[in-house]
C-alpha cells in the first residue's frame, strides 16, 4: 500500500493568522484510536511558506482517546494530525466541534470523521485518493479522468469553501494533484481563484490562488487582468429514472446542447415555485437543445414516482436528503448548475437568477 504525504503549499493558513475571535471561541477534536495503548498524536498547521509545524501535542490514554481544543482562527483553515509520520487532514470553519474514530493499524487510510460537512468531504476526498492509490502511482493521477471529473464536481458546487482549495492545492508525494501545465485543469484552479477573489478577498488563500492562477496562464493565453471562472467537467452521475431506466448525466449532456442540473427535493416549500420556472424554460427552450437532468432526493420513492412522472425532463431518484449529497458538494437543496457543451460552466444560485443564466448559453 503507498503511503499519501500531503503538501498545501505556498500560503499563509488560518493558523497563522491572528484570531480576531474571543479566547472562549474554540474549535474542538475528540479521537479514538484503536489499539493504541500509549504515545501521542501531533496537531500541526502549515505557515506562509508552506511547511508544517506542530501546534499542539495530545497523549493517548490506555483507552486510546485523545482530544484538543483551539482558539477559532480568522478564516477558515486546514489542519493535520500527525501519529508515526501518518496524517490525516480536516477543515475547520470556526467553532466546530470534530470526532475521529480510527486505528492504530490503518490511521491515515480507514476512519471516521464527523462533526461538520466540510470535514465529511475532505475525508471522502482523502477515501478516493487513497483508494486510487491501492492499484496506481501516483504519476496515474494525471489522466485520472473519472476521478478528477468527480472532484471536479465538488468544486463546482461550492468553488469559494476550503474544501476546494484543499483538492486544488493539495501535492501528493510532491506531486500536484491539478497540475498547472495542464490547461483545463489550470481552468479549475482559475475558477476557484475566482470565487475567492469576488467572496474572500481578504483571505490568505486568495493571494496563493491569484498568483498561481496568474503566474501559469500565459502558457495557454494572452495574459489579461482579469481572472475568469472556466468551464469545469461534471461528475458522472447514473440513476434510475421513475421507469426504472439508468440514466446517464454523461449521455443526456452529449445529445443536448445546454443542461440545467438540478438536486431537488419534491416535499420541500420550493419545489413548486422551483418546477414551475423549470417547466417554463423547458417549454420555450427544449427545441432548441435545452434539457433538464432533475435528482430527486425524497424518503419515500413511491410518491416521488408519481411526481416525476408528471415532468417531461430526465428524473432520477437518489434516495433520502443526506445521500450523496456530499460527493456532489451541494451541501443544500435546491441546487441548479449549468452544463453548456458537454462542460458545467456555471451554478445558479437562485430560481429568479436561472431565466438569465440559461440565455446566456441556449
Known amino acids: 500500500m503507498k503511503k499519501l504525504f500531503y503538501i498545501i503549499g505556498g500560503v499563509a493558513l488560518g493558523a497563522a493568522v491572528a484570531c480576531s475571535c474571543s479566547d472562549d471561541a474554540k474549535w474542538t ?13 501531533i ?3 502549515a505557515n506562509p511558506g508552506g511547511y508544517w509545524y506542530a501546534i499542539d501535542t495530545m497523549d493517548v490514554d490506555a483507552n486510546g482517546d485523545f482530544a484538543t481544543a483551539q482558539a477559532a482562527a480568522e478564516y477558515p ?11 490525516i487532514y480536516f477543515p475547520i470553519d470556526s467553532i ?33 485518493l487513497n483508494d486510487f492509490l491501492l ?19 465538488m468544486i463546482i458546487g461550492n468553488p469559494t469553501s476550503v474544501v476546494s482549495f484543499y483538492i486544488v492545492s493539495k501535492q501528493i508525494g510532491g506531486h500536484p494533484l491539478f497540475r498547472n501545465d495542464n490547461r483545463k485543469e489550470l481552468g479549475i484552479i482559475g475558477a476557484v481563484a475566482n470565487a475567492y477573489s469576488e467572496n474572500r478577498p481578504n483571505d490568505p488563500r486568495t ?38 431506466v439508468e440514466q446517464s448525466l454523461t449521455d443526456v449532456a452529449s445529445k443536448n446542447k445546454t443542461v440545467i442540473l438540478n438536486f431537488t427535493q419534491y416535499e420541500a416549500d420550493y419545489s413548486q415555485a422551483l418546477n414551475l420556472a423549470l417547466r417554463e424554460l423547458y417549454d420555450a427552450r ?21 411526481a416525476a412522472g408528471n415532468q417531461p425532463w430526465v428524473t432520477v431518484f437518489n434516495g433520502t436528503t443526506d445521500a450523496n449529497l456530499l460527493t456532489y458538494n451541494v ?3 435546491p441546487a441548479l448548475f449549468i452544463i453548456h457543451n458537454g462542460e458545467l460552466v456555471e451554478r445558479v444560485t437562485s430560481v429568479d437568477a436561472l431565466k438569465s443564466a440559461v440565455a446566456r448559453y441556449n
Open 29 to 41: 477534536l475528540k479521537g479514538n484510536i484503536e489499539g493504541a495503548t500509549e504515545g501521542s498524536v
Open 43 to 45: 496537531l500541526e498547521a
Open 77 to 87: 483553515d486546514i489542519y493535520r494530525l500527525n501519529y508515526g509520520g501518518k496524517y
Open 96 to 128: 466546530e466541534n470534530l470526532s475521529l474514530k480510527t486505528s492504530a493499524a490503518s490511521f491515515a487510510n480507514g476512519y471516521e470523521l464527523d462533526g461538520s460537512e466540510d470535514a465529511k468531504l475532505v475525508a471522502h476526498v482523502d477515501k478516493r
Open 135 to 153: 492499484n496506481h502511482r501516483v504519476e496515474d493521477l494525471d489522466t485520472a479522468q473519472t476521478l478528477k471529473r468527480e472532484l471536479s464536481g
Open 207 to 244: 493571494l496563493y490562488l491569484k498568483d498561481l492562477w496568474i503566474k501559469n496562464r500565459s502558457r495557454f493565453s494572452t495574459p489579461t487582468d482579469t481572472i475568469a471562472a472556466s468551464q469545469i467537467s461534471f461528475p458522472e452521475i447514473k440513476a434510475l429514472d421513475e421507469k426504472g
Open 286 to 306: 427544449h427545441d432548441a437543445g435545452l434539457q433538464i437532468y432533475q435528482i430527486g432526493f425524497s424518503p419515500n420513492e413511491y410518491q416521488w414516482r408519481i
Open 331 to 333: 451541501g443544500s437543496l
